[in-house]
């Protein structure tokens, strides 16, 4: 994909959102910095591409663990200035693991403090381009994307992949409206001139048409039928879970589940199955897909 120069993309597995770094006469910046227990190898990563220069800068997307885990690493390293969505200010600055959905999904983060906010509209100049944030609420509320008009990239965090976007985490906890959030910021995407999309996850693509036609299809389907985003929500959040541990005992499967209240309460909202028959589904079909393999009483992150 065909970037100016001054953006690196550091991207690596799916687990771990990318790290998009400007690089500034005026000093880099680094946009999301990956999972917190991947933190040491975003330092490195960084170090490589910053090549001797200072980071300026840390801009956060969203406050997802898999955003901002590695903001206090980033800090520590560099002192850099750190900015974040205005919504998500209150939540980071009182560390609210519930908002946060740490302990509520089993994932952890580094508590860390930032240094200003950004808000929809806000301009900033970075890599000699200036850039609009722009509102994204969806799979998360206070999200925000930053477009650049001349050089006609979006950066997109969770909002748009090239096969889809985040989980609507709203609807999934019983509120409504996540639906509608994630129409507007698509239809928000749809009004842009984009070249390049620079996902959260996944390699920066061009096919932005087909990539909103999928999302926007996707979306559908979950306004049709909410339980099709329940049950794709909790395969996705189980094999998030496999892909950091490595392996998980299946006999340790129902105490692993009852620790993370997220599945229970969305299988009691949405799909109302016995638990053992929900721990039947989910593995088999992450089997199915190729998500994970069963071997001799494991499921292994395949
Ligand atoms: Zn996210």
Known sequence: MNLPPQIRVLERGWLSS?????HDSAGCTLIDSGYHAHAAQT??????ALGGKPLARLINTHCHSDHMGGNAAVQRAYGCRTSIPVGE???????D????MLGYTGQSAERFSYDDTIAA???????????????????DMHALMFYSGAARILISGDALWENGFGLIFQELFGQTGGFS???ATLETISRLDIATVIPGHGAPFGSVGRSLQTAFQRLDAYERDPAKLARHALKVMLSFSLMIQGRLALAGLPQFLAERPVYGEVNRRF???PEAELREYLVRDLERAGALKLVDGWMVAA
């Open 97 to 100: 693991d519930a908002t946060l």
């Open 43 to 48: 330092l490195l990563l960084l170090q490589h």
């Open 18 to 22: 990318n790290n998009v770094l400007v």
């Open 181 to 183: 959030d994630t129409r």
């Open 121 to 139: 509209g806000d301009r900033l100049q970075l890599g000699g381009l200036e850039w609009e944030a722009l509102a994204a609420p969806g799979h």
């Open 271 to 273: 799909l109302h199955l």
């Open 89 to 95: 200010a209150p939540a980071i600055a009182a560390w």
